[in-house]
């Protein structure tokens, strides 16, 4: 990836640059926010790394900049601010992602993977039924927009159910999703996991298949498949 990094902190831009480097990207770095907005606007960059709290322009007015002139380069705003109102403010503004300072090195090249399949069009790391979006690289669910909590065992469940979505799953493929080969689970822990899964999602989305196992019932939302 081609990556303008717009930071004026010296240690971290540093930091990220030399993570950039190693991740094997190229990388352009500047230091306020006008010489973003320019490099921004005369090179073909895959994703603006973006401080809020920039000399000379804030990170907010250069986004809303690159924005308004229908620039879709994916922008992942790096910032100390973590109060809600900037998030909302940021996002409303056209950033593809949020991390808040301090961070790990890894969750930002985690996250800059994430908005890169996503700018590609790649959707391989997603299961998608309905309004239940699986990303299974990182384990993470949302529902009808918002994200839900699941225990790594949830979510084995509920992907072993979305990928088989429509179709009765077995009690055996479903206890093996949950426990592996290993096995040893008590004999009603398939419910338990089950019970709570219907709590956090919706009630009607799994349905039990008497004698046999369970189904994830993928009627198609309209508004979920608009985009
Ligand atoms: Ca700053």
Redesign the pocket.
């Known amino acids: 990836m081609h990556v303008l990094l717009v930071?004026?902190?010296a240690l971290l831009g540093q930091a990220i640059e030399m993570a950039l480097a190693r991740w094997n990207h190229t990388s352009v770095w500047v230091r306020d926010g006008h010489a973003g907005l320019s490099a921004a606007r005369t090179n073909p960059f895959d994703l603006i790394l973006l401080?809020?709290?920039?000399p000379r322009m804030e990170g907010i007015k250069v986004l809303e900049a690159l924005r308004a002139e229908s620039r879709h380069v994916p922008v992942l705003i790096i910032?100390?601010r973590d109060e809600l109102t900037d998030r909302i403010h940021g996002l409303d503004a056209g950033a593809d992602d949020y991390l808040n300072k301090p961070f790990h090195l890894d969750e930002l090249a985690a996250r800059m993977r994430a908005l890169h399949r996503r700018a590609l069009g790649q959707s391989r790391n997603l299961t998608v039924v309905g309004a239940l979006c699986l990303d299974t690289l990182n384990a993470h669910a949302t529902f009808q927009g918002s994200a839900v909590e699941l225990s790594r065992r949830e979510f084995a469940l509920l992907r072993a159910l979305a990928e088989r979505a429509g179709r009765a799953v077995s009690r055996e493929v479903l206890t093996n999703a949950l426990y592996g080969a290993e096995g040893g689970a008590e004999s009603n822990t398939l419910e338990v996991h089950i019970h709570a899964l219907r709590r956090k999602l919706a009630p009607s989305l799994i349905r039990t298949v008497r004698g046999f196992g369970y189904l994830l019932a993928n009627e198609s939302q309209p508004k979920a498949s608009a985009r």
């Open positions: 930071e004026d902190d401080d809020l709290g920039l910032t100390a």
